[in-house]
């Protein structure tokens, strides 16, 4: 009798496991959830503004940002162009290159700030001329390209001209050339033109010795063969110069 009744439990326990198995193998769709939440954090992620643009944040302030300016200009800028560029009042500029100006005079810098018809730019000191001079000539051996000599001679014969005059006699863009000629000490600015203010040029001393004469009366009779001013300003008028 005792086996009779401990046979009928034994089937009892495998209907009270076979429940589980089937409990734990219904959640499957957990994981699609977590996609769904990272996506949602990247699309609502804020987007970072730049600056605003304040020369006063950069190092040394508006005071240097101008005097950054005015070290890469090929021609004087006036007060005006600048407060434009930095987004700074006209008077605060005006105020700082007065100021730079006499800070460079006080300090014997080798440089100065002058003002011509409204536009400002860095210039050498006539002090230290001499040895500027002594540089050009014992440092600048290279010979002048076509186009340099081509230019000079457009210099030596129209003087004063304008470098909007030179570039309709040669029909190109002549800037850098005239930078060259600059910096060899054959050329130099001679003031300016009109209300306009554009820069004239003529040649120096310098350019003189080097060719051996002492004056320009003495320059070969080239002349002839360049368009005479009226024929210039024509040019200058139809946008060839």
């Given at each position: 009798m005792t086996d009779q009744e401990s046979q009928p439990d034994q089937p009892d326990e495998t209907p009270d496991t076979m429940p589980e198995d089937d409990v734990t193998a219904e959640p499957?769709?957990?994981?699609?959830?977590?996609p769904d939440e990272d996506t949602s954090v990247e699309e609502d992620a804020p987007v970072e503004e730049a600056p605003p643009f304040d020369v006063h944040t950069m190092p040394g302030g508006a005071r240097s940002a101008i005097e950054a300016v005015l070290m890469v200009v090929d021609q004087p800028v006036t007060a005006a162009?600048?407060?434009?560029?930095?987004?700074?009042?006209?008077?605060?500029?005006?105020?700082?290159?007065?100021?730079?100006e006499?800070?460079?005079?006080?300090?014997?810098?080798?440089?100065?700030l002058r003002c011509i018809n409204d536009g400002w730019r860095v210039y050498s000191r006539p002090d230290y001329a001499p040895a500027v001079e002594k540089f050009l000539l014992d440092g600048q051996q290279a010979r002048l390209t076509q186009a340099s000599l081509e230019t000079l001679a457009v210099i030596a014969y129209?003087?004063?001209?304008?470098r909007s005059r030179i570039s309709a006699v040669r029909g190109v863009n002549v800037d850098g050339v005239v930078r060259t000629l600059l910096t060899r000490g054959l050329i130099v600015e001679v003031g300016s033109e009109g209300e306009?203010?554009?820069?004239l040029y003529g040649t120096t001393p310098y350019f003189l010795q080097r060719l051996g004469l002492?004056?320009?009366?003495?320059?070969?009779?080239?002349?002839p063969y360049?368009?005479?001013?009226?024929?210039?300003?024509?040019?200058i008028a139809q946008g060839h110069g």
């Open positions: 499957v769709d957990e994981p699609d959830d977590e162009e600048l407060a434009t560029a930095l987004e700074l009042p006209e008077p605060e500029v005006v105020e700082t290159l007065d100021d730079l006499r800070e460079y005079a006080d300090q014997h810098r080798g440089f100065t129209r003087q004063p001209i304008s306009q203010g554009a820069m002492s004056s320009l009366d003495e320059l070969p009779a080239l002349a360049l368009p005479d001013a009226d024929v210039v300003d024509e040019l």
